[in-house]
């Protein structure tokens, strides 16, 4: 009888389905990849701004402790956008004739609030409430970055689910002591494995709850 297909039937079928699951493993790479890249999460990407505010100058070069603007980063959810006020604190006084600084007065004279574009802008599924960490030890560098060094603010990290849970699994590498959670410089000790175990029960950090999901999407 004879042979339907050709000899090498077997093996281009084999080549076929190799190449097809190949492929579909290679692009399932680069979705993750991408969903990883900067184009995806903003990671130090500067967005435009009304004014373009210096936390270097402001916090490095000034001394200006984070909480004189976010006033209410150790109480509430949302560490809080200073009102023109406070910025007029200051500048009522210097830089008062300055054009890059119009924007301010003009939103001091009319009580219109300025339209700052948010940077760290987590999905509406997730809850995450700044009083909570930084009450538990977690330093403003250990998520913003090293903000006292940043001309024009930018996003630090990747704000993704997978950056979230390696802090929520492992606390105690990241914990510092809450008299230190405000300033910049401050580095883990050599100890930091001990120091932050410590910190974990002194704190009162319930780890065996922190991967959740009730924690971060309520």
């Known amino acids: 009888m004879a042979q339907i297909f050709h000899p090498s039937t077997n093996t281009v079928s084999k080549l076929t389905i190799y190449g097809a699951v190949f492929l579909i493993g290679g692009l399932l790479w680069l979705l993750a990849e991408l969903n990883r890249s900067a184009y995806v999460t903003?990671?130090?990407v500067v967005r435009p701004q009304p004014v373009p505010f210096s936390h270097k100058h402001h916090v490095s070069?000034?001394?200006i402790d984070c909480r004189y603007c976010h006033t209410a980063v150790e109480q509430s959810a949302f560490a809080g956008i200073p009102s023109t006020s406070t910025c007029m604190n200051c500048h009522s006084q210097i830089w008062t004739n300055s054009p890059m600084l119009e924007p301010v007065r003009e939103s001091y004279r009319t009580g219109q609030p300025l339209?700052?574009?948010r940077v760290h802008n987590l999905a509406e599924f997730v809850y995450f409430n700044h009083g909570i960490h930084v009450n538990k030890g977690v330093g403003c560098a250990?998520?913003?970055g090293p903000v006292d060094q940043m001309p024009l603010i930018?996003?630090?990290?990747?704000?993704l689910m997978e950056w979230c849970l390696d802090c929520h699994r492992n606390p105690e590498r990241y914990l510092r002591p809450?008299?230190?959670v405000f300033n910049m410089s401050w580095?883990?000790?050599p100890n930091q494995s001990e120091l932050g175990l410590e910190l974990v029960r002194k704190y009162n950090v319930r780890t065996e709850q922190l991967t959740d999901c009730s924690v971060c999407h309520r």
Do not use: D, F
């Open 61 to 63: 070069g000034l001394g």
């Open 187 to 189: 580095t883990a000790p």
């Open 115 to 117: 339209r700052w574009t």
């Open 142 to 144: 250990t998520c913003h």
């Open 178 to 180: 809450r008299e230190e």
């Open 42 to 44: 903003q990671a130090n």
């Open 154 to 159: 930018a996003q630090e990290e990747s704000l």
